[in-house]
């Protein structure tokens, strides 16, 4: 297992884990909302070790490890929608919490992978550091704009509310409802890999306001496509076709904007990674490397 690491960046602290030999091209992966690092499968991390990548993960501030912002007061995501309050902090934050662990590393450049708000993230990162970037790659996320990516108007309400367990057995059966709305219909629900990376998330730091807290940077963050159109940069988009909570119209978006962008769609893939897709994944991210290397991998 890897061993977690703490990092000082951008004012907080950042908790990471690597895979792989440090010397090689390195990965880094930005999870989403509310969810922690370890919600990017071992087996997949160690996959993309073993294709010859320096694979980082980490926790975003407010989720497991790294710092939270304990009694910093969440507004209601509504009201920081409607412009009428101001989230504690932006996606540009959390932008510059990733270029400052990408710095504290000290591996030069490097290939950024974020999902769902970990996208958001990457994103950001790339308009205003395309310096720290060697390639991109965005998994079920959206440029920013309220035309594209949008929910499914029935998970509003869920995705607003949020859910506060009593204990640690609610807050798994927490993720499995959540998963059976929003995950893969056409994949088997990973229910036992589920309950375990719920449960020690749950361990390392269960934390509802942190969630809110995410949630209001992320309702709160501007419409990113005319920076997107300036972007010079190898880039991969992959989504599931059939994603209730980013709409592929925001993957879709992505690559249309993006110069040179690459998009995979994955039939009956939902909001989330499944199993059966992992072996894929790691096949395309590593051809996009080789490419932004312009020199191959070891096979």
């Excluded at 591996?107 to 993230?121: C, E, K, N, R, T």
């Excluded at 890999?193 to 969630?211: E, F, I, Q």
Aim: aromatic share 6%; net charge neutral; with cysteine.
């Amino acid at each position: 297992m890897p061993t977690l690491q703490r990092v000082p960046a951008n004012g907080i602290e950042i908790a990471y884990e690597t895979f792989g030999e440090r010397s090689a091209p390195p990965l880094v992966l930005v999870m989403g909302l509310g969810t922690q690092m370890i919600a990017w499968p071992d087996e997949l991390c160690e996959d993309l070790a073993e294709r010859g990548h320096f694979v980082v993960r980490f926790d975003n501030r407010d989720a497991g490890a790294s710092t939270h912002l304990h009694g910093v007061p969440a507004p209601h995501a509504a009201q920081v929608l409607a412009r009428r309050r101001r989230p504690p902090y932006t996606i540009d934050d959390m932008a510059d919490d990733t270029i400052g662990l990408i710095d504290a590393l000290d591996v030069g450049p490097v290939h950024l992978v974020g999902v769902s708000m970990g996208g958001f993230i990457s994103q950001t990162v790339a308009v205003r550091k395309p310096d720290r970037l060697r390639s991109l790659t965005l998994i079920m996320t959206s440029t920013g704009s309220r035309r594209v990516g949008q929910a499914d108007p029935r998970l509003f309400g869920r995705l607003i509310r949020g859910r506060i367990a009593l204990d640690r057995e609610q807050a798994l059966d927490a993720v499995i409802e959540t998963f059976r709305i929003i995950g893969s219909k056409s994949f088997a629900l990973d229910e036992e890999w589920l309950r375990d990376v719920g449960g020690r998330s749950y361990d390392r730091g269960y934390d509802p306001a942190g969630y809110h807290r995410q949630l209001a940077a992320v309702v709160g963050q501007p419409n990113r496509t005319a920076q997107l159109a300036r972007l010079d940069l190898p880039t991969l988009v992959m989504h599931g076709l059939n994603d209730p909570l980013v709409a592929a119209t925001g993957g879709l978006a992505l690559a249309r904007v993006i110069r040179g962008a690459r998009f995979v769609g994955f039939s009956g893939m939902g909001h989330d990674l499944p199993r059966e897709l992992w072996p894929e994944f790691a096949d395309h991210i590593t051809a996009l490397v080789r490419r932004a290397e312009g020199a191959s991998l070891p096979r």
